[in-house]
């Protein structure tokens, strides 16, 4: 693999990462990650919705009008949302987990990820580097959520994927965590490790 | 080939919109039969678990198999009555009411101009004698609804089960995800012969010291007020429906017959 598609691939899980460092999809992050498996049905439906809408449209480039590019885009994504969300209603094991997510699921078309990543690399790359880009971005997005979630659902509900971890000790679970603001705390301390860790991204 | 020419850019956009309109259309129409039938199973649980059937967690873990047969194995009659407590017809054991029937049923109660007839509402009475009736109405960000199950008496609340579309998680969800605040609604006993059928306020828990009969208030949940007034409007309004038919069933029990056990009401009437 040459060094630019392993670029591609690695810039958005950590150094660039679209929610960290370009601070992009912060509202779902805070809303679907109370539980890991809520969270980890989210990551896999923005990996795949913007993996292939980068597709889509990377083939499609050379043919889109400049003057409609937005409206075309937004056609593209708000079908692969759609299609995302009626396939997660069809299958038994799913169903609970969209209700949970309700509208959060339909509100990955408003994610800035997934229209940054095609209006900034995949109207202008060909199509395989495009399809990585997406999806390493939704993979980059999946992974903070998981790690917000886990902290969450481990000291709000005392569980993880709902089996009980700390319960059984005595634990008594915050209500805290389960709020919104909790996980604004934890994404602050997320960020804070990364650039203690990347020096480049502290200002002066 | 110059893309910005007017006559491409619009046959462009009309095709790709057609398109993708089709997929859509066809994808949504072959997935439609399962969406219903999970939707169907979700609704089924959900009156067992307020008929203290399960917990809803088990339902979900059994599958939509397992909750069909029980629910199949359980359900003794169903059919639906009028606001002066007539049976209007029987309504065929494998049907329930999903979420959007109800809502046509809100506004029927309600009257105005979203009326589309005269109300008809489900009643479910299930084999061990719990009988079964649904609530709906308008939470804080869209609709509440949830069904409410009675014991045998007609008076007593044996239990009840709450879903929304889009309250607030942990706070105005938890009448779906609180076992504890769905728990409260058991042994109260609505008032059907007031307006105001059911109360949950501030305070509404009996507390050590009270003088005053709490036994159709239960505790709102903190921080959510509206989530919690609003499901008391959707009880109030819909048990309020329902009370001339749970008045006289209620009538019909207060003879001696329910006093023994093995007698059963219905027979007597």
């Known amino acids: ?204 | 080939m110059n893309t910005n020419n007017n006559v491409y850019t619009i046959i462009y956009t009309t095709l790709i919109v057609v398109v993708v309109a089709a997929l859509l259309a066809f994808v949504s129409q072959s997935l439609k039969g399962k969406q219903d039938a999970n939707e169907k199973a979700d609704t089924i649980s959900q009156m067992l678990t307020a008929a203290q059937f399960g917990t809803k967690a088990e339902f979900q873990k059994a599958g939509n198999a397992a909750v069909l047969a029980k629910y199949a194995d359980e359900i003794g009659q169903a059919f639906t009555v009028n606001l002066n407590g007539e049976k209007v017809q029987d309504l065929d054991l494998t049907k329930v009411y999903s979420p959007k029937e109800l809502k046509r049923q809100n506004y029927n109660i309600k009257g105005g101009s979203n009326k589309t007839g005269e109300p008809e509402i489900p009643v479910f009475v299930f084999k061990n004698g719990k009988t079964v009736v649904p609530i709906y109405g308008a939470g804080l960000w869209g609709p509440v609804w949830g069904y409410i199950a009675f014991e045998k008496d007609l008076k007593t609340i044996a239990g009840a089960y709450f879903d929304h579309e889009s309250e607030t998680a942990g706070l105005g969800a938890k009448i779906k995800d609180d076992p504890a605040f769905q728990a409260e609604f058991i042994g109260e006993k609505p008032d059907f012969a007031q307006a105001n059928v059911f109360d949950i306020v501030k305070g509404g828990s009996p507390k050590e010291g009270d003088t005053e009969i709490k036994d159709n208030k239960i505790d709102a949940i903190t921080g959510a007020t509206m989530t919690s007034q609003g499901l008391d409007t959707a009880i109030d309004t819909w048990l309020g429906a329902y009370a001339k038919y749970f008045q006289g069933q209620q009538a019909a029990c207060d003879k001696p017959c329910c006093e023994g056990e093995e007698q059963n009401c219905k027979e007597e009437e």
Do not use: H
């Not at chain 1, 993996?51 to 990377?58: A, P, Q, W, Y």
């Not at chain 1, 997406?134 to 790690?147: F, H």
């Open chain 1, 1 to 204: 693999m040459d060094a630019k598609l392993k670029e591609t691939i690695l810039n958005p899980i950590f150094k660039g990462n679209p929610i960290t460092v370009l601070v992009l999809g912060i509202c779902s992050s805070l809303a679907v990650t109370v539980t890991m498996k809520g969270a980890l049905v989210m990551a896999l439906s923005v990996i795949v919705v913007t993996g292939i809408s980068s597709l889509i449209l990377s083939l499609l480039r050379n043919t889109i009008p400049g003057r409609v590019r937005i409206i075309v885009q937004l056609v593209v994504v708000a079908m692969m949302v759609i299609l995302v969300d009626q396939i997660l209603k069809s299958f038994e094991a799913t169903y609970a987990i969209d209700k949970q997510l309700s509208v959060y699921i339909g509100l990955i078309i408003t994610n800035c990820i997934v229209m940054g990543r095609i209006e900034a690399f995949a109207l202008g790359n060909k199509p395989w580097p495009s399809f990585l880009d997406g999806v390493a971005n939704g993979a980059g997005y999946g992974m903070i959520l998981l790690i917000v979630a886990f902290f969450r659902e481990l000291l709000g509900s005392g569980t993880l994927f709902g089996i009980d971890i700390l319960n059984r000790f005595g634990y008594v679970p915050n209500n805290l965590v389960i709020l919104p603001p909790f996980a604004l705390i934890l994404l602050g301390c997320i960020v804070w490790v990364q650039r203690s860790i990347q020096k480049d991204l502290q200002e002066k």
